[in-house]
């Protein structure tokens, strides 16, 4: 078993920033990916971001790209989302995700078999 916690999520300003976090602990051996997914209100959970074990490969949401920014400490087992220039309709309930993999390449948009509590992330206008 895998467990997350996140934390960083709050209410910001249209044009601010922040900064999400996620620990991972239990059965985390090596070759993993760690990911974000948000839901809005009366939307689908859609994928953000996604980073492997060694942050050597990094993928976004074309929604993000620019912006947003997926970053990893493998020693911490923690991945870390930098959100700037946030708009309000990055208004979403954030939530981390984990999963192993063998191989040299993992699909970053699935696939995930554990997963954060979730973190309320409001930007207002």
């Known amino acids: 078993q895998v ?3 996140e934390s960083g999520g ?5 044009g601010g920033s922040l900064r999400l976090s996620c620990a991972a602990s239990g ?3 090596s070759s993993y990916a760690m990911g974000w997914f948000r839901q809005a209100p009366r939307k689908e959970r ?3 971001a996604a980073i492997n074990w060694s942050g050597s490969s990094t993928y976004y949401a074309d929604s993000v790209k620019g912006r947003f920014t997926i970053s990893g400490d ?3 087992k923690t991945v870390y989302l930098r959100m700037n220039s946030l708009k ?3 208004t979403a309930v ?3 995700s984990f999963k192993h993999y063998s191989g040299s390449y993992y699909s ?11 973190t309320q992330v409001t930007v207002s206008s």
């Open 3 to 5: 467990q997350l916690v």
């Open 10 to 14: 709050g209410l910001v300003t249209a």
């Open 27 to 29: 059965r985390t051996f």
């Open 46 to 48: 859609e994928f953000v």
């Open 74 to 76: 493998s020693a911490k």
């Open 88 to 90: 309000p309709e990055d």
């Open 94 to 96: 954030y939530y981390c």
């Open 108 to 118: 970053p948009r699935d696939g995930y078999d554990y997963w954060g509590q979730g």
